[in-house]
């Protein structure tokens, strides 16, 4: 990866992600040698939505690595609530830290804050758009337990809304997988996504039951209905509960089918899945220290290359 932010997925080749899991597993096989790495360096946490998994792991893998953390707090008690712009804000937070995670309810917004700060700005979350680096540990967790050639993988909820599902599918493109996405019809992948998935060659398919295409798949990864994007809480209700995975639902998959799940999960994952051998999704959500350690670790040293980095914006 040249560029020195990280906003979408669809900014990764192959070769950058690859990258990027290469230096997770030398992370994950050696963290040692990576504690004092970023000694004296400051990542600031600028979340406007709540988080716990991608506030506290960025927290705990800058840590891992030697920096130190700052956090913008809620927006109630930050000067977000007197008015002030994200330009703005990003601006004054540039000057106390060597690296941003910004995310935001706006679609949009980093793409926002990368054009006003020299700083690393990581994307971990911007409204409906893009969470690119929850794919990465996303494909790392596909990697070490499948590979990442020839894939199918299966994508099931809300595709209309869910920012992980966008950012997986373009970074999926980049591997050449087989993507069936599973969802009712009025949470399919909006299309704008389908057609940027087009453009770049991907295979895909779209469903409304999950039963036919079980048994092909390698990965089944499961999403939360995102009710705080749903402009009517009756629709919500409507499609709420509608694709929940329990052993039942499992039992034609294949017998290495892993089942993930970028967390939270409501009821979309019976309990009973938890102790099985699909269940992959603690696992994944473990792997965020390592690829996020590897991932500062790079947009870092590529800030501060000599010959300056390749900024594609
Ligand atoms: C996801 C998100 O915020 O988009 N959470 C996460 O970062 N693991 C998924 C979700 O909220 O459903």
Known sequence: MRQDHLITAKQLSRDDIEAVLDRARAVADDPAAYADRHAGRVLALCFFEPSTRTRMSFDSAAKRLGMN???????????????????????VIEGYADALVLRHPSEGAATLAAEHVETPV???????????????????????????????????????????VHSLAAALTEFDANQHFISPESLRLPRSVR???????????????????????????????????????????????EYRIDAETLEDAAE??????????????????????????????????????????????????????????
């Open 256 to 313: 290495d089918l892993s089942v993930m799940h970028p967390l939270p999960r409501v009821d979309e994952i019976a309990p009973e899945i938890d102790g099985t051998d699909h269940a992959r999704y603690f696992e994944q959500a473990h792997n965020g220290i390592p690829v996020r350690m590897a991932l500062l670790d790079t947009l870092i040293e590529n800030a501060e290359a000599p010959e300056g980095p390749e900024v594609d914006r």
């Open 69 to 91: 953390t700052i956090d913008m707090g809620d927006v109630d008690s930050s000067s977000v609530s007197k008015g002030e712009s994200l330009a703005d804000t990003v601006r």
């Open 122 to 164: 990581v994307n971990a979350g911007d409204g409906a758009g893009q969470h690119p680096s929850q794919t990465l540990l996303d494909l790392h967790t596909i990697r070490e337990n499948h590979g990442l050639d020839d894939l199918t993988v299966g994508i099931m909820g809300d595709l209309k809304y869910g920012r992980t």
């Open 195 to 241: 057609f940027d998935l087009h453009e770049t060659g991907a295979q895909i398919r779209e469903h409304t039951d999950l039963d036919g295409v079980l048994p092909d798949l390698d990965v089944l990864y499961v999403t939360r209905i995102q009710k705080e994007r749903f402009p009517d809480e009756n629709e919500y209700h409507r499609v709420a509960g």
